[in-house]
């Protein structure tokens, strides 16, 4: 009987699915908290950033967060990363009363003119990281990464009338999608197919796109790279790239680009624009809404430029011909991909003008995200000295009425203590650049928590 018993356990265990995590976004909601990554796990993290101004309140959901489970990355862009709180289950229909709260970039500190996305306020975690880069670029997470709490050196999920406040530390876990896909070809005509890989038919197309729209922070991607990513929306980047000294908003215009909607949602928003793709048979029911592969878990920003094939990107088919690289193209065109238009301004001949659209999904590829960090991390602190005695030593008081408490950096426990004052930690295995490190008391119902901060040289 024993022996049954454990090779049922064995098979029971052999069937489970493992999710591996890729990496970690670690942000402290707090005046010049740390926004760190880490690619172990949270064993080790690299700061990217400081935050500039804390939450305090959540924000009025979106449509599409309806089709996201809670406590989760509702939505990922270029110029925000959404987190939704409640509820746990999906297909929420009254997205007024769903709270969410926002991580965005320095470019978006103020909103631009012409926004037309959600606009956070003070459920917003503003950093002073640039738009399309590192959080928000190749460590940005799929949507419904699940997102925690750090509390103690543990990670919590967030409780459904969570709200945030000053010094609350989130944890994004990034985890590796379950299956490998290379691609996704969207077949641009009425009732073409969108096909996974060339031999998997998800569904078909209802009404295929030939304009370009201006659409939020494409005026900081590259033409072909994925520009937003959520439970209801796929859009993909046109414009030329633009330094982030150009400001979104100003003429002559910056943006550019197209969406690939499911269909039921495009129904729900009144959606008809030429710039919008639909796709899915039935209006009247969420297909694809909030579901991977297109809407949940397997399409994200990681962009490359001279690595194309660790990059989310598009390319467009013209006719039965091979795809050729996205053409640059900005502004408000409503026939921007047609025949005409691709043959007047690129000299592109085609009998049909777009045919297909085609996403190229990537490996997660480890050597370039640990040099990319690399490079971001020396440039964030390229302007900094720190101590290079190989040791930090804590100037944080003990408070009173506390006896002992515990400390952590980076979030990791390290010890207990009845003094914190004068506490040292060897800072020789920390990475370059600068670190948190806290202490956290608990005793008869009253919670303290402390931080400061240390830099490696």
């Known amino acids: 009987m024993k022996k ?8 029971l265990i052999s069937c489970m699915v493992f999710s591996e995590e890729l990496y970690r976004i670690r942000i402290e909601n707090s005046p010049e908290g740390l926004v760190q990554v880490s690619l172990d796990e949270g064993k080790n993290y690299s700061c990217v950033g400081r935050v500039k101004h804390p939450a305090n309140k959540c924000g009025v959901g979106f449509m599409a967060s309806g089709y996201i489970e809670g406590g989760t990355v509702c939505a990922v862009a270029s110029h925000a990363i959404r987190i939704k709180i409640r509820p746990k289950e999906k297909y929420n229909l009254d997205f007024k009363s769903i709270p ?43 949507p419904e990464s699940k997102v925690y709490q750090e509390y103690m050196g543990e990670l ?82 046109t414009s030329k790239l633009f330094p982030y000294s150009q400001k979104e908003g100003d003429k002559p215009e910056t943006r550019g680009g197209f969406m690939i909607q499911p269909l039921h949602h495009a129904v729900r928003q009144g959606e008809n624009k030429p710039q919008v793709m639909t796709i899915g048979e039935d209006p009247n029911v969420f297909e694809q809404e909030g579901k991977a592969p297109l809407y949940s878990k397997y399409i994200n920003l990681w962009y490359y430029k001279d690595h194309p094939e660790a990059s989310y990107y598009a390319e467009l088919r013209l ?30 001949n085609s009998k049909y003008g777009v045919t297909g659209v085609r996403v190229h999904i990537p490996k997660f590829n480890r050597e370039l995200a640990e040099e990319y960090l690399n490079i971001l991390n020396k440039s964030y602190h390229k ?40 506490v040292t930690v060897d800072t020789s295995s920390y990475s370059h650049g600068l670190h948190h490190f806290s202490f956290m008391a608990e005793e008869e119902g009253r919670y303290v928590a402390l931080s400061e901060y240390f830099y490696v040289e």
């Not at 965005?104 to 002073?128: C, M, Q, R």
């Not at 409780?159 to 077949?187: Q, W």
């Open 100 to 142: 969410i709260f926002s991580i965005l970039p320095i470019e978006f500190w103020t909103t631009p003119k012409g926004f037309g996305g959600h606009v956070a306020e003070n459920s917003g975690i503003y950093t002073d990281i640039h738009t399309a880069s590192s959080i928000f670029l190749n460590f940005a997470p799929f």
């Open 4 to 11: 049954i018993i454990l090779i049922f356990v064995i098979l």
């Open 319 to 348: 006719d039965d011909f091979n795809y050729i690289k996205m053409p640059t193209i900005t502004g408000k065109v409503d026939n921007g991909l047609t025949k005409e238009y691709l043959y007047k301004h690129f000299k592109l």
């Open 383 to 422: 302007n900094m000295k720190g101590n290079k005695s190989g040791k930090f030593v804590s100037k944080l008081t003990m408070p009173p009425g506390f006896a002992a408490g515990n400390y952590y950096v980076d979030g990791v426990y390290l010890g207990t203590v009845s003094d914190v004052q004068g």
């Open 156 to 237: 919590y999920s967030l409780s459904e009338n969570h709200i945030p406040a000053l010094g609350y530390i989130y944890v994004i876990c990034v985890e590796k999608p379950e299956t490998e896909i290379d691609h996704i070809v969207f077949e641009n005509i009425y009732g073409g197919d969108v096909i996974i890989d060339d031999d998997r038919v998800l569904t078909k197309v209802s009404r295929p796109v030939s304009g370009i729209g201006r659409y939020d922070a494409t005026t900081y991607n590259s033409p072909g790279q994925i520009n937003t990513a959520h439970g209801g929306v796929i859009t993909i980047a």
